[in-house]
């Protein structure tokens, strides 16, 4: 459990920290990051008059956690760039509360899903402060819920650990972060995460104990903290990386190298759909035409999001586009769709109106399947006329 406190789980060698710096932190085992998810928005914080806000394109279980307590969901917006938008954030945090309606909580993914877009350090110190401060001057907690699943993604290949960034800059804020192994160490579906807390000892602190009162007296009698085989797998790996110096090195060139090759296919297939005649990709990638090309730091996760023009003007912006093209899709002998969503699941549905219908696909990394999925986007513009 020591281990677990300074394990970022995109970073292999994070495992070498230093423990006195995470010795406060408070780590909960969890059945990967959506439990986490669930267990950080438990009903300690979330009652149903109460509100989350989420950043536009927020991660489809953020908004699963919320609306299992019958709790709203509000959101702030992104920049053009796709990085959640500080001033946005303070804004909405500082008006007074809607209906009576309290936000509890922020949620944002310091680098993305499903957009991509990586905050930087500095970002991610700003929305903290901002979150902080507003709990400070209403004397309760506004917990910061963190989700790093993609960090393993970042382009210079150095994760960000919200924890230690806080730790680092004396940050007063209640901050949780929700961890899983699934996309760093791609292992979907596996379940392994973690709810890591850090909540300086001396801010708020009756809030403080309760909370974490409440997720032990959760996670207790449901056994949530008692390991099961994949739990305990991890372990063994982490263990062995602390001390076999080759599999360390082993496993950050096999990390490199699939970071690598999933951000450059990325890329590369964002070029390809630019080009094809009736296709538009999120606004966020050329930063909403102000680039005049795709920003590579926005496809930091391995997904893409376009969709037809021909479908936005025919049926609109709230449109699911994802059954027409899978239907053209289908249709095509061999075409690989591998996860084809439409993004509006990952966006309140009040908020559908303001983006333009998209499709979210997942990077392929095989070439021959790339081409023949790109081969069937170009088919179906065609076909659209
Ligand atoms: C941003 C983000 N967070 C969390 C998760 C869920 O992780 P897990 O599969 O460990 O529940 C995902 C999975 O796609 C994700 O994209």
Partial sequence: MEDLKRINFSNPESVYNDHEKF??????????????????????????????LVHDWTYIIHLGAAYFRNAH?????????????????????????????????????????????????????????????QSEKEGRPIIAAV????????????????????????????????????????????????????WPKK??????????TALENK???????????????????FQKLKEDKDLM????????A??????????????????IPGVYLAKYYDHAGENGGIDPNTLSSFYILFGFTKLLERYGSAHNQVVDFGEFALSVPGVPIINCVPAQAFLPEKRWAKHPALIRITGLTNKEETESFLGAVKAYAEHLG
Avoid at 73 to 102: A, H, N
């Fill in 147 to 198: 989700d790093p699943a993609y960090e393993g993604f970042r382009r210079n290949g150095n994760p960000l650990d919200p924890i230690e960034i806080a730790i680092e800059e004396e940050l007063t804020v209640p901050l949780v972060v929700m961890d899983t192994t699934s996309k760093g160490y791609g292992t979907c579906g596996y379940r392994m995460g973690k709810l890591a807390v850090y």
């Fill in 73 to 133: 969901v509000e959101s702030y917006e992104c920049r053009s760039d796709g990085k959640p938008d500080t001033d946005d954030l303070r804004k909405v945090l500082s008006i007074d509360p809607r209906l009576g309606r309290v936000i509890q909580a922020v949620i944002f993914t310091s680098i993305g899903n499903p957009v991509g877009a990586a905050m930087a350090r500095e970002d991610i110190v700003d929305h903290l402060k901002a979150i902080g401060n």
């Fill in 249 to 256: 090195k082993e496993t950050i060139e096999f990390f490199t």
């Fill in 203 to 212: 801010f708020l602190t009756n809030y403080r104990t309760d909370y974490l």
């Fill in 219 to 237: 996670l207790l009698p449901t056994l949530g903290v008692v390991a099961v085989p994949i739990q305990m797998a991890y372990y063994n790996f």
């Fill in 258 to 275: 699939r970071r690598e090759r999933i951000n450059k296919n990325l890329v590369y297939i964002a070029e390809e759909l630019r080009k």
């Fill in 23 to 52: 010795k406060d932190v408070k780590v909960y085992v969890t059945a990967g990051g959506s439990y986490a998810a669930e267990f950080a928005l438990g009903p300690a914080i979330l009652a149903p008059e109460d509100t989350v």
